[in-house]
């Protein structure tokens, strides 16, 4: 491995922290990329790593997404992120969570975590045991901030769906929309039941065939193959499920004119921003529209507002698209390219 700082991903971290705990072997990286907005916030992902090189990258990608998400989701935090290398079989016990929560809390409030891939809200809880930097717990009183972040994740979605239909299409309904989802759980689910309510044409795709199928029946979707829904023709093409799915490969296959879901890290690279952006397709940058789950969690640790308020900035993500693809057209620069450098102003780095 090369030095840290002439990673292709390390893009100026301010700090990246290695952790080993001898009892439990416990191996963990926090990468913190941004502190100017508050303390760096990003969620923990629990997962095994075919070698610690991977691992390092999706430390420092993540947290790099964190400091840009946080900072156009106007919240006074940085980005940071954790990633714990689990073992092939992913064994997680209370002593290693106990572990996290010491390392975690030797930052000083630094950085905060909160659930990712792998962990659980019942994790958090666990983690609160031996630190207060954490959020994403259980609710207690009803109106409060906090929870599960996915039903915030989604509705910020779907908004940002909407408002993609609106800007592209000129259609302020989504009657006969057809939206193409990738991924039907926490938030692909939740979008689909949203855009089922207004009379979307849906059709939907997820590993998990079970789940596709009965989700369908619920809502009245059409269930296609995998490979099929980043083809079929259709209005939108909705990504909830991996990152890295477009490529050059892929979006030259896209028949949509909208691609704008909530999946993390969509395109592959850099250039893929351009690809889209050559293809004429609108594109959502994910950090941009799948910020209603942070904007849930961010308040809830900041202890900033209710469920009220966090429903009315999650309100606000169509208003933030709109001015990225206004600017997009006027300067003819990809979206991914205008939301990486307003996020990068906000974070004193323009
Ligand atoms: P989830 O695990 O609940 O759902 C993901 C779904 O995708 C599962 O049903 C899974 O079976 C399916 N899937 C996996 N691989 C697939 C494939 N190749 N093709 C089709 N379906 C596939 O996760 P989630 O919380 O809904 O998150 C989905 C995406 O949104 C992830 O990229 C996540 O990082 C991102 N995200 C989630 C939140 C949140 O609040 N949950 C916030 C921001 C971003």
Do not use: C
Not at 16 to 34: N, W
Not at 195 to 207: H, M, Q, T, V, Y
Not at 300 to 315: C, F, K, Q, T
């Amino acid at each position: 491995m090369s030095v840290m700082w002439e990673l292709p991903d390390f893009d100026g971290h301010e700090a990246v922290h290695f952790f080993h705990d001898v009892d439990t072997g416990l191996s963990a990286i926090v990468a913190l990329h941004s502190t100017h907005l508050g303390p760096g916030a990003g969620g923990t992902r629990f997962w095994h790593y075919e070698n610690r090189e991977t691992a390092v990258t999706d430390a420092l990608r993540l947290s790099r997404g964190m400091s840009f998400k946080n900072a156009m989701a106007g919240l006074p935090l940085g980005g940071g992120k954790a990633v714990i290398l689990a073992d092939r079989n992913r064994t997680k016990s209370p002593e290693m969570l106990a572990a996290f929560g010491r390392m975690i809390d030797s930052l000083a409030g630094q950085y905060v975590t909160a659930e990712d891939v792998g962990m659980t809200a019942a994790d958090m809880v666990e983690l609160t045991k031996q630190t207060q930097y954490v959020s994403g717990l259980p609710v207690t009183s009803q109106g409060e901030a906090g929870g599960d972040p996915g039903p915030f994740t989604a509705m910020g979605v779907y908004l940002g769906v909407k408002a993609a239909v609106k800007h592209k299409l000129g259609r302020a309904d989504l009657e006969d929309v057809h939206v193409a989802i990738q991924g039907v759980g926490s938030v692909g689910g939740g979008l689909a039941r949203l855009l089922a309510k207004d009379g979307a044409k849906l059709s939907i795709a997820d590993i998990n065939k079970g789940h596709a199928a009965s989700l369908a029946s619920e809502i009245g979707a059409h269930v296609v193959g995998l490979d099929d829904v980043m083809r079929i023709e259709a209005d939108v093409f909705s990504p909830n499920a991996l990152g890295a799915i477009l490529d050059k490969v892929s979006i030259a296959h896209l028949n949509v004119p909208i691609v704008a879901g909530g999946a993390n890290n969509q395109l592959a690279t850099p250039e893929d921003g351009q690809r889209i952006f050559d293809r004429d397709i609108l594109f959502a940058p994910d950090y941009v529209i799948n910020s209603g789950g942070i904007i849930s969690v961010g308040l809830e640790y900041l202890g900033d507002g209710d469920v009220d308020e966090v429903n009315s900035r999650v309100a606000k993500i169509p208003e933030r698209l709109t001015e990225i693809w206004q600017e997009s057209a006027s300067r003819s620069l990809p979206s991914a390219e205008v939301a990486d450098n307003m996020a990068r102003a906000l974070i004193g780095r323009g």
